[in-house]
């Protein structure tokens, strides 16, 4: 199994940056693919980006060029840096990991951009 525990969230203005944090109960090494999904108020959950064992990452379009995710594996965390925040980013962001064929999840951290 996989605890992730979230943290980092808060409410920023439009414009701003915040990182959040992701920390795993076990290497990540051993987990095949850690991400960050969100899901805005009334909407479905989607992928933000996400980063494999080997250091490949993907990002969804419309957070292309203003996050970045990146790893501590010392520390076996995984990082979201939200760059030039806009308000259409608010939502409660999950962490996940995909470890020997099932998915988990974070507890969810709530990010709210203000215009």
């Known amino acids: 199994q996989v605890q992730l525990v979230e943290s980092g969230g808060g409410l920023v203005q439009a414009g701003g940056s915040l990182r959040l944090s992701c920390a795993a109960s076990?290497?990540?090494?051993?987990?095949?693919?850690m991400g960050w999904y969100r899901q805005p108020p009334g909407k479905q959950r989607e992928l933000v980006a996400s980063i494999t064992s080997g250091g490949s990452t993907n990002y969804a379009d419309s957070v292309k060029g203003r996050f970045t995710i990146s790893r501590a594996n010392v520390r076996n965390t995984v990082y979201l840096q939200m760059n030039s925040l806009k308000p259409e980013d608010t939502a409660v962001y999950y962490c996940?990991?995909?470890?020997?064929?099932?998915?988990?999840w974070g507890q969810g951290t709530q990010v709210t951009v203000s215009s």
């Open positions: 076990r290497s990540i090494f051993s987990i095949n693919a």
């Open positions: 996940n990991a995909l470890y020997r064929g099932l998915t988990y």
